[in-house]
């Protein structure tokens, strides 16, 4: 090895390079999150969508081809499903006097919304009613 490859000024160029490549290392083995987020969100009187945090707590029982499984509704409105395998059906518990919108695209019943998103972000617009 050369003198100048074992200088103690060349100490920190190693050190850079050893980080980036333990950087490289990790950031190659984290995947963006795939799950599908369902919001429940009520309209203000000026149209605009806020998250209903008043459903927190709530039963939603999701299902697919794949599974059936039933979420709680966190402090935001909303909860975190694993990425369906086809179309889901979505329903909710809501309080008395609560209905999924008739507006909501997919909207099977007053509490159960039939979507073919499997991530992302969905919203299910909840009224009384």
Do not use: H
């Amino acid at each position: 090895m050369p003198e100048w490859m074992r200088s103690q000024f060349m100490a920190p160029v190693y050190a850079l390079l050893i980080s980036f490549g333990v950087a490289l290392a990790l950031g190659a083995n984290t995947k963006p999150s795939n799950d599908l987020t369902i919001s429940l969100v009520t309209a203000g009187p000026d149209g605009q969508r806020n998250p209903a945090t008043g459903m927190a707590g709530r039963a939603v029982n999701v299902a697919d081809a794949a599974f059936n499984t039933t979420f709680e509704v966190d402090g935001g409105g909303s909860i975190k499903v694993p990425p369906a395998a086809g179309r889901l059906v979505v329903c909710v518990s809501l309080p008395d006097g609560w209905r999924v919108a008739k507006s909501q695209p997919g909207a099977l019943s007053s509490r159960c919304v039939l979507t073919d998103q499997s991530t992302g972000d969905l919203a299910i617009l909840v009224e009384r009613g």
